[in-house]
């Protein structure tokens, strides 16, 4: 058994001699934030307006429009470049708008909170560019990185109950960051030009996890530092066999937190179980969990009571945040070593301040308007009590099988008002081609109502296949 202390020792041990290595190298980077003035707010959260119900505008976030052009080349599922509304002159032709656009509901979106309308974030965004501009003038490590960027650093490192947080242009940047990192730090502490076999680092990784985290597994790889066991999706008791039949010390396992096309939750309890016997680095990616679980918005992590076991917890602020950019809260050290080492940070331009701005203002919104989680989640009952499927999440895999069904099933809602896209290969595996129905906070029960309905048309809710995906990740 391997308590949390000796995992803090070794773990905390490699990092802390890696970063020596960096620093004894002259390779040690920093992030030296520029200060804007005036100053952003960060006095108070009393400084954002924040409201306790939903309001008319909250439903410009689910209730969107499409030319009659590409409502037809959808229906007959003929290949677009987007260009059915652009003129000559290069902008949209909005003449007899009324006529020549269609009217849909969203339910494919991942604007979980609806937070993508509101006026405070709105407002953020547009004070910060008026005050500043676009911004962000370079990279985060040369001078793209301003007290905006750091406030809303330290907001995301509360909300996540981490000691700090490093910022990067998106998600996928940030899942990549981490793992080439991790791949650094063997060649770090190792002088030799190949490592020992018995210095390298396991990684294992969910079967389903997102492509960006199976894409910086790819590039850690090519540093020929890691070895990489891929265990079966949410299977616990594979990945126990995979642990106890590794011989290498340092070890990660990385998962999704809340799976994007299945909306499972990994099994968090069991893996904080199995942390604490083999002592590996815990990182979850917690993209479609951030602000939509836990009682105060922290995640999967709050959700099940395990923020301290989490060791590295990557995030997005493109989906309940209504915004954009990706994040990774962990210790300072962890954030020294990614941001010294982590390609996709270091050599990408900074988040524009206005962008920076409005994030901040969405994780302080998100946190204080709970009615949204509260809504949500209702709506995930209301779903569940009108199909009868045993749904866990706001988001609703419908697995029909062939490629030819999920499209039938796409066009039917489309004609019935209804934007839910068909998932086909190579985004899901062949024969579990599905619909992808995403709840949100600003949805409505007469909203879930017709929805049921129109699916019920198409679909029989007794024989339909829900996260059920049990593929292999390619490596």
Not at 366 to 372: L, N, P, T, V
Request: with cysteine; aromatic share 6%.
């Amino acid at each position: 058994m391997v308590n949390d202390n000796n995992y803090g020792d070794s773990w905390d041990s490699w990092v802390e001699e890696a970063l020596a290595k960096l620093h004894s190298s002259k390779l040690l980077r920093s992030l030296r934030p520029i200060n804007l003035s005036p100053q952003p707010h960060k006095n108070s959260e009393d400084d954002y307006q924040v409201f306790d119900e939903m309001q008319p505008w909250d439903r410009s976030s689910v209730e969107i429009s499409i030319s009659e052009p590409t409502f037809h080349k959808w229906l007959l599922d003929i290949p677009s470049s987007g260009d059915e509304d652009i003129c000559s002159n290069g902008v949209a032709d909005n003449k007899e708008a009324n006529g020549r656009f269609k009217k849909l509901l969203l339910f494919s979106g991942n604007d979980y909170l609806g937070l993508s309308s509101h006026p405070t974030i709105a407002r953020a965004a547009a004070n910060a560019a008026q005050k500043h501009g676009m911004g962000p003038r370079g990279s985060a490590l040369i001078c793209g990185y301003t007290n905006y960027h750091r406030l809303l650093e330290s907001s995301l490192a509360d909300l996540k109950k981490k000691e700090d947080c490093l910022l990067c242009p998106t998600g996928f940047a940030a899942n990549m960051a981490v793992m080439v990192a991790l791949g650094n730090i063997v060649s770090l502490l190792d002088a030799a030009e190949k490592p020992m076999k018995e210095d390298r680092i396991a990684i294992f990784s969910d079967a389903l996890n997102h492509a960006s985290i199976i894409d910086g597994i790819r590039l850690a790889e090519r540093q020929h530092t890691v070895d990489v066991y891929v265990y079966r999706h949410c299977d616990m008791s594979h990945l126990s066999s995979l642990l106890s039949s590794c011989e290498l010390k340092k070890k990660v396992v990385v998962t999704d937190s809340l799976f994007s096309m299945d909306g499972d939750f990994a099994p968090m309890n069991e893996l904080v179980n199995l942390r604490e016997r083999h002592g590996f680095l815990l990182v979850i990616d917690d993209a479609h969990g951030t602000l939509v679980c836990g009682k105060h918005g922290g995640g999967v992590a709050e959700e099940f009571n395990c923020d301290r076991q989490v060791d590295i917890c990557i995030g997005t602020l493109s989906k309940a945040a209504g915004c954009h950019g990706g994040f990774i809260a962990c210790s300072k050290k962890w954030k020294q070593l990614i941001q010294s080492r982590g390609r996709s940070f270091i050599f990408s331009t900074s988040s524009p301040v206005p962008i920076a701005a409005a994030a901040h203002a969405a994780v302080i919104v998100g946190k204080k308007e709970a009615w949204r989680r509260k809504a949500i989640w209702n709506r995930v009952q209301e779903f569940r009590a009108l199909t009868g499927i045993p749904i866990t999440s706001p988001i609703i895999s419908l697995i029909v099988g062939s490629e030819e069904k999920a499209l039938k099933a796409s066009r039917h809602l489309l004609k019935s008002g209804f934007h839910v896209t068909a998932i086909r290969p190579p985004t899901v595996p062949p024969n579990s081609c599905r619909l992808r129905v995403t709840l949100c906070a600003t949805h409505t029960a007469d909203d879930l109502k017709k929805l049921t309905a129109a699916l019920s048309c198409c679909i029989n809710f007794q024989d339909i296949g829900l996260c059920n995906s049990r593929g292999t990740a390619r490596l």
